[in-house]
């Protein structure tokens, strides 16, 4: 599975939104978009995922690059419970829930 | 959402015993199980990939001898960590999937303490 760059860390206030970059330049015609986010002290939880068009659910949005080499997780108001690591992982198609975890992105939330 | 489960949540064992950890799909028999481990300030890195009446599939540089997974059902799998020590302990999350569908359900973790 092709490897993704986020930034280490982000800030964000209470209430307004949130975008969480991420770079797949090398990403392949089959690989699916993820976005889990870990809280701390837990397990992962899946937030959204997308291969081409952009996708919206009760959590997030996801915007995805014309070419798809860059993606952005959209927290449209963030809270407090919002704060968490948020990995951007990508998933071939034929893949069976393998993911490969890179460091993610820190998401502050200051009240 | 589908429910998966870890049991214990914390452990502490004495260095050179075994512990066991269970994962379990609630509500749903899970194709295929999980295990990964998280050190303090890092990322999940995966340990194993279970399949149900199988032999698990280990990632390189994992010592499948200490850590034996079984996967005896499909709603259940279990890692023993064999001999435990100080350096193992650490975050260990399972996760499962079923069918076709694309998102892992995780559990919640169990924080293992060798002292």
């Known amino acids: 599975d092709a490897k993704t760059t986020q930034p280490n860390s982000m800030e964000s206030n209470e209430e307004e939104p949130v975008h969480l970059p991420c770079n797949h330049s090398?990403?392949?015609?089959?690989?699916?978009i993820h976005w889990y986010r870990q809280l701390p002290s837990q397990g992962p939880e899946y937030v959204i995922h997308?291969?081409?068009s952009n996708v919206n659910n009760r959590m997030a949005s996801l915007a995805i690059a014309e070419d798809r080499k860059s993606s952005t997780l959209i927290l449209h108001r963030a809270t407090l419970r919002d704060a968490a690591v948020y990995y951007c992982i990508l998933r071939g198609s034929s893949n069976t829930g393998k993911l490969i975890f890179g460091q993610g992105t820190t998401l502050q939330v200051k009240p | 959402g589908a429910v998966v489960s870890q049991h214990p949540s914390r452990v502490i064992c004495k260095s050179g015993t075994s512990v066991k950890i269970e994962c379990r799909s609630l509500?749903?028999?899970?194709?295929?199980m999980f295990w990964y481990r998280q050190f303090p300030k890092q990322s999940l890195m995966l340990m194993a990939t279970s399949n149900e009446g199988s032999k698990a599939t280990y990632e390189q540089g994992v010592e499948k001898d200490k850590f034996l997974i079984n996967h005896a059902s499909l709603t259940l799998s279990t890692l023993t960590v064999t001999s435990a020590h100080p350096e193992d302990s650490s975050f260990y999350i399972c996760s499962a999937v079923y069918g076709g569908n694309t998102e892992a359900f995780f559990g919640q973790g169990t924080r293992l303490t060798v002292v």
């Open positions: 997308g291969l081409t």
């Open positions: 090398t990403i392949s015609g089959t690989d699916y």
């Open positions: 509500d749903f028999q899970a194709t295929t």
